[in-house]
């Protein structure tokens, strides 16, 4: 059972949802590339034809390697994706509040860390500076 | 200066909350070294060679008295007595201990201060000018658009994970004091105070010091500020998504500028900036009012002409004359001076200053220059906006407490990077070096017949004491085993429309007992070669380096 955080209509939650079976970007894109769900690397060139999927998950090496942040921004914005966005990997409970922001709507968290935590900082801030996908009015327009 | 809103205030106290957090998961084991590693850099959290070191963020360095004496505070109750001027503008304490740094953060906070992003791969404090809003030369104040790009990059969740650490510099006068040549973005801005929204700014990218010394390419000549902050967001990505993560000694922009060339960087930079220009983040006129007005001239009043005092006190008080020679500027205003207390004393490492002195410095800046004080990137405080009437009772107090060197930018006006002593990056010991030439060259006479030398010691190539841009740099280097020292020539940060320069290595490195006899060489050769008075860079870049390698490995020959 892997361990989800999801943002929803009624804010971000733990969910319990069954392990879903991800294709590897070259397999789905074999199998015709439409609907079902994709993962892709954070070093990923994102393109039009992923838009189908219904989910995507970026694959994070490291917390520390912030492509995969800049992959979301464009997928939701520059990309308009609507899909589940999914952050998985090198993900813990202290970097869940960045990929929130960044237009992640999904959070798995490897085995052994703490979703309850995960949860309780997903948004360390009540309000932010800068405009971002979850956020899209900068505060110095306020 | 920029006055905490609720929200900047509410903001900080959750960041100082979340660290706590994150400290006691920590020490209850539930994060491990290398998470709880990423997580206190960037709260200004270093682990050194003999203690923690908690950076403190001076935002474009500028602080209000009542933070000074908090600083002052801590370094009392959480330190030993004692802080360091960084050569980022930035605070540093070097002894607290890892469990009370919540409750440094906490005091931090309270005087609407923080620790954000001065550590760790992220955006760090925007630098400026010391001498912002004041000095004589100036054209526009930098300061708010370095506190417009601070809020913008507090906790950017998109750049927050960036391959290395990104450090911006921002200058708004003729000379570049801030050295934005040399840094990741640096910005020149143009304008006039009265209409900040209708500034330029010229955006170069890509210069650093380090390993690799190179100086920034102009990308954007011209930018109408509004989009400062979309253009400085298409950079980040372009540098989020292609900066190496392979090997960090290749991980910093200037690397992926020169590998995209500087052309085909701006290409890729314009082209994702077609996507952001006119959007959400361009900044309107009443948000450039806004922040200028909290950087509007202080209150000043008509000074009576005291040339004829001052004459006086030069006279009968030859050490104040020096310094007013040296550490007093001129002001835009009629009647005024910048001052810099230099931190610069025999046997004291450059830019560490007793908790004593800092609050010592507060209440001066109090008393004589509208409760504000500025940092330096050369690790002094500088007092910007001080009536001349009221030089000479500021320097006798000064004298007192051990600030009133009256060195600015002369031979022992180092920048020296702690070293060796503290920090485990070095290859070797900085300090010794700064002291045994501060007591080398100790006598001020030779120093003022010197006169302008930037002579800047790094402990390793990381560079910072900004050796490369010394007109004397020394490098410390490990030569099997033991500390030697790399001597180099000519390089300057930059002066009026002089791009900065990198200087050059004068040949093989020479051991610490050395040092000084080869410095002692160096100035000789100056003092016999120059013209008139002509100052050590012209002079240099006159002969050239023969005449000095010459002399300094004649008799090794």
């Given at each position: 059972m892997p361990q989800l955080l999801r943002n929803s209509d009624q804010g971000w939650q733990i969910v319990d949802e069954p392990d879903a079976q991800w294709q590897s970007l070259s397999d789905w894109q074999a199998a015709g590339g439409s609907r079902g769900r994709v993962t892709v690397n954070v070093d990923s060139e994102p393109d039009q034809s992923w838009l189908s999927a219904d989910a995507i998950a970026v694959d994070f090496p490291a917390l520390t390697d912030g492509r995969g942040l800049s992959l979301a921004v464009l997928l939701r914005t520059r990309y308009g994706y609507t899909g589940d966005l999914v952050a998985r990997g090198g993900v813990h409970e202290d970097v869940v509040h960045f990929l929130a922001r960044c237009g992640f709507n999904v959070i798995e968290l490897p085995q052994g860390r703490d979703l309850q935590t995960a949860l309780r900082w997903v948004?360390?801030?009540?309000?932010?500076y800068q405009a971002s996908v979850s956020n899209p009015t900068p505060h110095f327009l306020n | 200066m920029y006055q905490y809103s609720e929200f900047d205030r509410s903001f900080v106290n959750q960041r100082v909350a979340h660290y706590r957090d994150q400290t006691q998961r920590y020490l209850d084991g539930k994060l491990s070294d290398d998470e709880f590693l990423q997580l206190r850099l960037r709260n200004g959290l270093y682990i050194q060679r003999l203690a923690p070191m908690l950076r403190v963020a001076v935002p474009y360095g500028t602080l209000s008295s009542k933070q000074l004496h908090a600083l002052a505070s801590i370094a009392r109750n959480y330190d030993r007595g004692y802080g360091h001027l960084s050569t980022r503008q930035n605070m540093q304490f070097n002894w607290p201990a890892l469990e009370d740094v919540p409750d440094i953060l906490q005091a931090l906070a309270d005087v609407d201060m923080h620790a954000i992003q001065t550590s760790g791969s992220c955006i760090r404090n925007v630098t400026t000018d010391q001498f912002a809003g004041a000095a004589a030369d100036e054209q526009i104040d930098p300061r708010p658009f370095c506190e417009l790009l601070r809020q913008w990059s507090t906790s950017h969740p998109e750049f927050e994970w960036l391959p290395r650490k990104f450090k911006i510099a921002v200058t708004g006068a003729t000379q570049d004091r801030a050295a934005i040549g040399v840094h990741d973005i640096g910005m020149r801005i143009y304008g006039d105070d009265a209409s900040p929204e209708n500034a330029l700014v010229d955006i170069y990218a890509g210069g650093g010091l380090g390993r690799t010394p190179v100086l920034g390419a102009l990308i954007y000549q011209g930018l109408p500020i509004k989009h400062l902050l979309t253009y400085t967001e298409a950079i980040m990505r372009v540098y989020n998504r292609y900066g190496r993560r392979d090997n960090k000694y290749k991980a910093r922009i200037k690397i992926l500028v020169r590998a995209l060339t500087a052309e085909g960087f701006k290409a890729k930079v314009d082209e994702e900036w077609t996507h952001l220009k006119d959007g959400v983040s361009t900044v309107p006129a009443d948000t450039f009012q806004r922040l200028g007005e909290f950087f509007t001239p202080p209150a000043y009043t008509d000074q009576p002409d005291v040339s004829a005092t001052l004459a006086d006190q030069r006279l009968t008080h030859p050490a104040f004359n020096r310094w007013l020679t040296h550490n007093v500027g001129p002001h835009k205003r009629e009647g005024y001076a910048v001052v810099t207390l230099s931190t610069k004393s025999v046997g004291v490492p450059p830019g560490d200053v007793s908790s004593e002195q800092i609050d010592a410095v507060a209440d001066w800046a109090e008393r004589y220059s509208f409760g504000e004080i500025r940092i330096s990137h050369e690790q002094n405080f500088v007092l910007a906006h001080v009536a001349k009437s009221q030089l000479f009772e500021l320097w006798q107090q000064a004298e007192a407490h051990a600030l009133a060197s009256h060195n600015n930018g002369l031979l022992s006006d180092m920048i020296c990077c702690p070293g060796g002593d503290y920090c485990s990056l070095a290859n070797a010991k900085s300090l010794p070096v700064a002291e045994a030439i501060q007591r080398r060259f100790e006598d001020y006479d030779f120093q003022f017949d010197l006169g302008d030398i930037d002579l800047n010691i790094s402990?390793?190539?990381?560079a910072c004491g900004h050796h490369h841009v010394g007109h004397i740099g020394i490098l410390g280097v490990d030569k099997k085993g033991q500390e030697f020292y790399q001597i180099s020539l000519g390089?300057?940060?930059?002066?009026s429309e002089i791009p900065p320069k990198l200087g050059q290595i004068v040949g093989p490195s020479v051991a610490r007992a050395e040092v000084c006899d080869v410095i002692d060489k160096i100035l000789r050769v100056y003092l016999g070669l120059r013209l008139d008075h002509e100052s050590f860079l012209s002079c240099f870049n006159r002969v050239g380096i023969a005449p000095f390698k010459e002399n300094i490995y004649a008799s090794a020959a």
């Open positions: 948004s360390p801030h009540t309000d932010y | 402990g390793c190539m990381n390089g300057h940060a930059g002066h």
